[in-house]
């Protein structure tokens, strides 16, 4: 017989009168608990959409790795190039591992759709290190840096990877196995971020200061951009506000609008921006003292150098330098030996010098108004342009704008006789710290086999002269040239032997090596009224003064810097550019470095 029919269908859902309620009924049926999110099973998906959450996944990795270097340069105008880089590598893995590790604890308090998060954000950084940047003096070079980029770069990193890792999370990678599916992805992730963040920061640092884009700002807006194309929501009209800060007070960006904001801002401390350029070396400009009357060009959170503006009675075929370590260094021109003394002197104007390092042209300048063929080598093409505009650098000189240690490679190939040069003038110092490129034995004897038998070569070392950098420095250059003798460029401050201080003084300053390539003792002649050239800065600080005893640093056959070999160096001047960056603090207010 049929079985009697309900009369109701199969899959139809009972009325609630007609639903079980009795506890017998509960109690008899096994409960099931709803799967937690991490043991649901990835549905399978077809292989157009896994390739676009891949593309997805790694497009945020790139932009989170490109950020890590535009966040570095948006620090190194108030900071330095060097003390930002104590805590960015640490903060940026955190960063990296915070993501993949806390994936679960995020998505508590964070929304999956971070499209609503993420490029709001990105806008909103360079109005966030506007405003902290105010309190750099208050934090300081080594917590400064951190504490911007905990507040900005971490999150904006941290975001990024998380988005990825959500992305990532909806591909189906069973197929290769548990370990590839639960490691994979965060390994894989770990790889392609730092290989990212080493080639956008080879490509963004050749390419900063070529057009507005590649400006500090120009990048943090473009990098937000990217992040609004990949995460479209309608929340980013929220990051108007942001966008209008910046275009309109923000005098970071680099806008006709926003530089007249910063130079109203600069008059109420007697300062004037002249000129302002972002460029390889970091971000140059120019500044007049409207007090005191000087001039001064600015590489990030250092001086390349400055000269008095106000008139003087003297007629000085020169300007005047503010420093007096670059009219030390012309006295390459003073050395002279017993033998040759008993010899006619070369007239300048048959004599070659060779300048690395141009800053405003100071010494060029002065070796250039004696007669001497000049030839300068700089690597920042703003630099030389700015030299040339407004620090009246001659015209009559050789510039070679190129990397030092590729122009003195090839000088010693085209040349196989070499010695073409009686004088070279080192100054490297920028941004806080010297290339150690230019410090390893390598340059230096290259150098030497560029300078003529009889020549001098004057090298300028800025730095804590209390470190062992310090003793480096000098062993490596005393390794090539027999003959040195070391000049501070002022009288070192006497050590209270009494004092209860644990830790020793700094010693920071300028000491020019002045150095021969044969074992001859050698001095100075005494200062003439041509080699001051009526200068008064000249008269007072051309004759080298304070030297340091020879054996100070040891006898030179300690350690030496060898070209890919620098990591000695490179880790002690991190301790001097935090030195280097208070000092820098003194001689400017904090509002022109923090205002740039």
């Not at 009369?7 to 049926?29: D, L, M, Q």
């Not at 806390?102 to 109005?127: C, D, E, H, Q, R």
């Not at 050749?206 to 929340?235: D, E, H, K, M």
């Amino acid at each position: 017989m049929a079985p009697k029919k309900s009369g109701r269908p199969a899959n139809s859902k009972p009325n609630k009168a007609t639903a079980p309620t009795t506890s017998t009924a509960s109690a008899s049926t096994p409960r099931t608990e709803a799967p937690s999110q991490s043991s649901v099973a990835v549905q399978p998906l077809d292989a157009q959409t896994t390739v676009q959450l891949l593309m997805k996944a790694l497009e945020l990795i790139v932009l989170g790795a490109a950020y890590s270097t535009i966040s570095q340069l948006c620090l190194s105008p108030v900071y330095g190039s060097i003390p930002p880089t104590l805590h960015h590598s640490r903060v940026t893995m955190a960063a990296v591992f915070a993501a993949w590790l806390g994936k679960s604890a995020m998505g508590t308090y964070i929304p999956k759709s971070i499209a609503n998060i993420l490029p709001i954000f990105a806008f909103m950084v360079p109005s966030i290190q506007f405003f902290l940047f105010q309190y750099s003096g208050t934090m300081g070079p080594v917590y400064g840096p951190l504490v911007t980029e905990l507040v900005t770069y971490f999150p904006l990193a941290a975001l990024s990877m998380y988005g990825a890792a959500l992305a990532i999370e909806k591909v189906d990678l069973s197929r290769f196995g548990h370990r590839v599916q639960t490691s994979g992805p965060a390994i894989a992730t770990y790889f392609a971020f730092t290989a990212t963040e080493r080639l956008t920061e080879n490509y963004i640092r050749q390419n900063v200061g070529s057009g507005l884009i590649f400006t500090r700002s120009g990048l943090q807006f473009v990098a937000a951009t990217f992040y609004a194309l990949l995460l479209p929501s309608r929340a980013i009209v929220f990051a108007v506000l942001p966008i209008l800060h910046s275009a309109s007070v923000n005098v970071h960006v680099p806008l006709d609008h926003t530089t007249s904001v910063l130079n109203d801002t600069l008059h109420m401390h007697n300062y004037s921006l002249v000129a302002r350029q972002e460029s390889l070396t970091g971000y140059i400009s120019v500044l007049d003292n409207l007090q005191d009357n000087f001039r001064v060009m600015r590489c990030d959170h250092s001086l390349l150098g400055g000269e008095w503006t106000f008139s003087s009675k003297y007629e000085s075929r020169v300007k005047e330098p503010i420093y007096s370590v670059f009219t030390l260094l012309e006295a390459v021109r003073l050395v002279e030996t017993e033998s040759g003394k008993k010899q006619p002197g070369i007239p300048d104007d048959e004599t070659n010098a060779l300048v690395i390092g141009l800053g405003i042209g100071t010494t060029p300048s002065a070796l250039i108004a004696h007669g001497i063929h000049t030839t300068a080598v700089e690597i920042d093409p703003v630099v030389h342009s700015f030299a040339m505009q407004y620090f009246a650098l001659p015209t009559n000189h050789t510039s070679i704008i190129e990397d030092a240690t590729r122009f003195v490679d090839r000088a010693r190939l085209a040349d196989s006789e070499h010695h073409s040069y009686d004088y070279i003038i080192h100054d490297v110092f920028t941004g806080g710290a010297e290339p150690a490129s230019l410090f390893t034995q390598e340059f230096i004897q290259g150098l030497s086999d560029l300078l003529k038998p009889e020549g001098v070569i004057a090298i300028n070392y800025a730095g804590d002269l209390s470190l062992p950098s310090t003793r480096l420095v000098v062993n490596t250059i005393k390794s090539v040239f027999p003959s040195c003798r070391l000049f501070r460029e002022e009288k070192e401050t006497p050590v209270d032997p009494t004092s209860a201080d644990l830790h020793p003084p700094q010693d920071f300053t300028n000491m020019v090596l002045f150095c021969r390539r044969t074992t001859e003792p050698f001095s100075f002649r005494a200062v003439t009224e041509a080699d001051c050239l009526g200068s008064q800065a000249r008269r007072y600080h051309l004759q080298p003064k304070h030297e340091i005893p020879a054996d100070s640093f040891g006898d030179g056959t300690g350690k030496v810097l060898r070209r890919g070999k620098t990591e000695a160096l490179q880790r002690w001047q991190r301790e001097s550019a935090v030195g280097h960056w208070r000092i820098m603090r003194n001689v400017l207010p904090a509002v022109v470095w923090e205002t740039w």
